[in-house]
């Protein structure tokens, strides 16, 4: 044992052992764990437009968009989709109790081909509905060729 002191036969030994076991099996532990944990976790995104209306450049004017206009709304709650292209509204009504994607996803493919420089829309959902069909919402648009979504906690007029 380590001690203190001038002389080893004295009565006044102070014992200084320092247990480091214990502080390196925690460490390694949190290492692993850290390490673990970090390979697998994988970040990915879907960029939101977060202004609907343009966005800034580098010199800090806001670029109008292509067709100010033309705005597609699509408006989810508890009776289905509610299209809106400009001032012509459309209704996709439930189907068996659930939205209808297959029906959503070719009218708006319809209007991506009547206008191919609309890349924006907006998506308004009914606070009854869950985040789930939010996010089917988004992935529709996303599907159909409107990437840049923007979600809306209002009913937009």
């Known amino acids: 044992m380590a001690s203190i002191g001038g002389d080893s036969n004295d009565k006044n030994d102070i014992n200084v052992d320092l247990n480091l076991v214990p502080?390196?099996?925690?460490?390694?532990?949190?290492?692993?764990?850290?390490?673990?944990?970090?390979v697998w976790t994988q970040v990915s995104m879907i960029?939101?437009?977060?202004?609907?209306?343009?966005?800034?450049?580098?010199?800090?004017?806001?670029?109008?968009?292509?067709?100010?206009?033309?705005?597609?709304?699509?408006?989810m709650d508890a009776s289905g989709y509610s299209l809106r292209v400009g001032n012509q509204i459309v209704g996709f009504p439930l189907k068996e109790g659930l939205f209808d994607h297959e029906s959503l996803v070719v009218y708006l493919k319809q209007v991506k081909e009547k206008y191919p420089e609309k890349s924006d829309s907006i998506l308004s959902v009914a606070d009854n509905l869950t985040y789930e069909d939010m996010i089917r919402?988004?992935?529709?648009?996303?599907?159909?060729?409107?990437?840049?979504?923007?979600v809306a906690t209002a009913e937009v007029n």
């Open 47 to 75: 960029q939101l437009g977060t202004s609907i209306y343009g966005k800034q450049n580098d010199t800090g004017q806001v670029d109008p968009p292509p067709r100010p206009d033309l705005l597609l709304t699509l408006r």
């Open 137 to 150: 919402g988004m992935d529709t648009l996303l599907k159909a060729g409107f990437p840049e979504v923007s």
């Open 23 to 38: 502080f390196i099996d925690l460490m390694s532990v949190c290492i692993i764990f850290l390490l673990i944990t970090a």
